[in-house]
Structure formats: structure tokens, C-alpha cells
């Protein structure tokens, strides 16, 4: 099994809509997660962290679910500009030797169409 | 700097050839990660320093990859006699890492444009 796994879709949305995308982690001891962006032939760029709460920033919206061990990343009135790759990051735990290490998910493509 | 620098940006090698690959981080940060990305595929994990601390060296895919960290701060990425699937981008991040245990926050990791390498 992944230790991160994601659809790797594309999802294709009209812009305006609500797009969902979940990740599931092996790890059930993983520290801290992320959702970081990729834009075609681009670097990875950090998009937001993910908080136990759950977490809000403008149209985004992060919810972790410790149980299921499950990450989702909601994105509402979807424009133009959010077309990207979204990868789901997550940190294992500092007592297995992870350290600061980052395990990436392969990423789910994300296409808003006019 | 303000950001992670990397140099060359592109890289067009013979087979057979060694390369270096450079990374610059962003002043005071004292994790600095190196990932290659093959085309379509996700973020693989090379090597990761950690201040003074002995590098994690699991993800060098061969003996032909080492990586080095002078005075903590620049980093070079060297392969030797470079083959065509060593073809990719190779990414260089840097983080700060305050702290230990299962409480400390982390903040996350800021790439470099990366490297792209041709092995041909």
C-alpha cells in the first residue's frame, strides 16, 4: 500500500462549482499534513496546512479525519486559475526516524473549464 | 536569498557523463530536502539534511547518487555516470525545523524551480 494515495482524476469542473478531493495515509502515527499545489512544469508550492479542527483559508477548505486516516482538500467557486495539480503531503512521525521528511501523494489533476 | 535557488535549470548530458546540480536555500533554514519528479509521476524522495546531523541518505536510488551539504547552508547533488532513466526534475526544497518531539510544528517546505535533467 502507499504510504499517500490520491485519485489521480483530472477532475474537469465548469468554473463556479464545489470540487472535493480526498488523500488516505498508511501511517496512522503521521504528524502534520498539507495540501501544496503544482502548476504544469512548475515546483510544488505549499497551498495550506491541514489541522486536526479542520481548516479554512478563503475558497479552501482542509479537513483531516484521524480515524480514517483520510485528508480532503474542498474547493468552492472554482475559477480558472485553481487549474492545477493538488498534492496531499503528509509528515511521518518524528519517532521513526522521519524527521522533517515529506512523503508526497502522486497528485490529482484538476481542470476548471469555462 | 528570499528563495530556494537551484542551478542549471536545464541540463542536457551524454550518458556516461557525471553531473552536479546545486541548491542554494533560503537563508536560516536548517532542513534542506532533495526530490526528483520523472514526467507524470509523483515526488521522490532522495536525501534530506538536518543541521548537523548525519543526512537521511534512504531514498539515493544507487551508489551513483550522493549529495553533500557544505557549512550547512549550499548543497550539490552528484551523479556519476549519469544514465537515460536518471532523466528528471530534480527538486531542491529547504524548511525550518524547530525543535523535536511529536508537538513541534512544521512549517512545510519551499522548492526551488529545479533542475531538469536530459541524460541522452
Known amino acids: 500500500r502507499k504510504e499517500v494515495e490520491q485519485d489521480p482524476g483530472p477532475f474537469n469542473v465548469p468554473e463556479g462549482a464545489t470540487v472535493a478531493f480526498n488523500c488516505t495515509y498508511s501511517n496512522s502515527a503521521s504528524q502534520s499534513f498539507f495540501w501544496y499545489r503544482q502548476d504544469c512544469r512548475k515546483e510544488p508550492k505549499l497551498l495550506m496546512s491541514?489541522?486536526?479542527s479542520g481548516n479554512e483559508d478563503g475558497r479552501f477548505t482542509a479537513q483531516l479525519n484521524r480515524a480514517s486516516q483520510y485528508i480532503s482538500l474542498l474547493i468552492r467557486d472554482s475559477k480558472l486559475s485553481d487549474s492545477a495539480t493538488y498534492l496531499c503531503?503528509?509528515?511521518?512521525?518524528?519517532?521513526?526516524?522521519?524527521?522533517?521528511?515529506?512523503?508526497f501523494g502522486t497528485g490529482t489533476q484538476l481542470k476548471v473549464e469555462l | 536569498g528570499a528563495g530556494v535557488s537551484q542551478s542549471p535549470s536545464n541540463k542536457v548530458t551524454e550518458k556516461g557523463k557525471d553531473v552536479e546540480l546545486r541548491c542554494d536555500p533560503i537563508s536560516g533554514h536548517t532542513a534542506l530536502y532533495w526530490y526528483r519528479q520523472s514526467l507524470g509521476q509523483g515526488l521522490e524522495f532522495l536525501i534530506y539534511?538536518?543541521?548537523?546531523?548525519?543526512?537521511?541518505k534512504s531514498g539515493l536510488p544507487s551508489d551513483r547518487f550522493s549529495a553533500e551539504r557544505t557549512g550547512g547552508s549550499v548543497s550539490t547533488l552528484t551523479i556519476q555516470r549519469t544514465q537515460q532513466e536518471d532523466s528528471a526534475v530534480y527538486l531542491c526544497?529547504?524548511?525550518?525545523?524547530?525543535?523535536?518531539?511529536?508537538?513541534?510544528?512544521?512549517?512545510?517546505?519551499?522548492f526551488g524551480s529545479g533542475t531538469r535533467l536530459t541524460v541522452v
Open positions: 526544497a529547504s524548511s525550518q525545523f524547530r525543535g523535536q518531539g511529536p508537538t513541534n510544528r512544521n512549517y512545510g517546505y519551499t
Open positions: 503531503v503528509v509528515r511521518p512521525p518524528i519517532l521513526t526516524g522521519g524527521g522533517n521528511k515529506l512523503t
Open positions: 539534511f538536518q543541521g548537523n546531523s548525519a543526512p537521511d
Open positions: 491541514v489541522y486536526s
